[in-house]
């Protein structure tokens, strides 16, 4: 029995967004703000990232590690592992594309213990 190893076409082509994004966009950012993931968002640096986050919405890739009822894709673990791949490589794009640790499982938290209304002002 052989094991397919291929990325469906349709995940491959977010994959691809997502290499070019974080190439074009994070990386030239974290020249500008080396330490962006361990300081609070302040008026200059949201007006520059929440485009970003807004972009990264609209390709389905924010928060992916959430399920599809809060507001994520629910892609699974091996998606995951593909995308956190590119991900890793620069230090902004895991703020920019939802999935920044402490955020991820605080997020996981108020998913699984949260009330909807934290739900709905959080997640």
Same mark, same amino acid.
């Given at each position: 029995?052989?094991? $397919?190893?291929? #990325?469906?076409?349709?995940?491959?082509?977010?994959? $691809?967004?997502?290499?070019?994004?974080?190439?074009?966009?994070?990386?030239?950012? $974290?020249?500008?703000?080396?330490?962006?993931?361990?300081?609070?968002?302040?008026? #200059?640096?949201?007006?520059?990232?929440?485009?970003?986050?807004?972009?990264?919405?609209?390709?389905?890739?924010?928060? #992916?590690?959430?399920?599809?009822?809060?507001?994520?894709?629910?892609?699974?673990?091996?998606?995951?592992?593909?995308?956190?791949?590119?991900?890793?490589?620069?230090?902004?794009?895991?703020?920019?594309?939802?999935?920044?640790?402490?955020?991820?499982?605080?997020?996981?938290?108020?998913?699984?213990?949260? #009330?909807?209304?934290?739900?709905?002002?959080?997640?």
């Amino acid at each position: 029995m052989a094991w $397919d190893f291929a #990325t469906d076409p349709e995940y491959q082509e977010k994959l $691809d967004w997502a290499d070019a994004f974080v190439r074009e966009h994070c990386e030239p950012l $974290d020249l500008v703000f080396p330490k962006l993931q361990f300081v609070p968002l302040d008026e #200059t640096r949201r007006r520059i990232i929440d485009p970003l986050k807004d972009e990264v919405r609209k390709r389905g890739l924010w928060a #992916t590690h959430l399920g599809p009822e809060l507001g994520g894709q629910g892609f699974g673990q091996l998606k995951l592992a593909l995308l956190n791949e590119i991900l890793g490589r620069y230090p902004s794009a895991p703020v920019i594309f939802g999935t920044a640790a402490p955020d991820t499982g605080n997020m996981e938290m108020l998913a699984a213990y949260g #009330t909807d209304e934290q739900k709905r002002r959080w997640l």
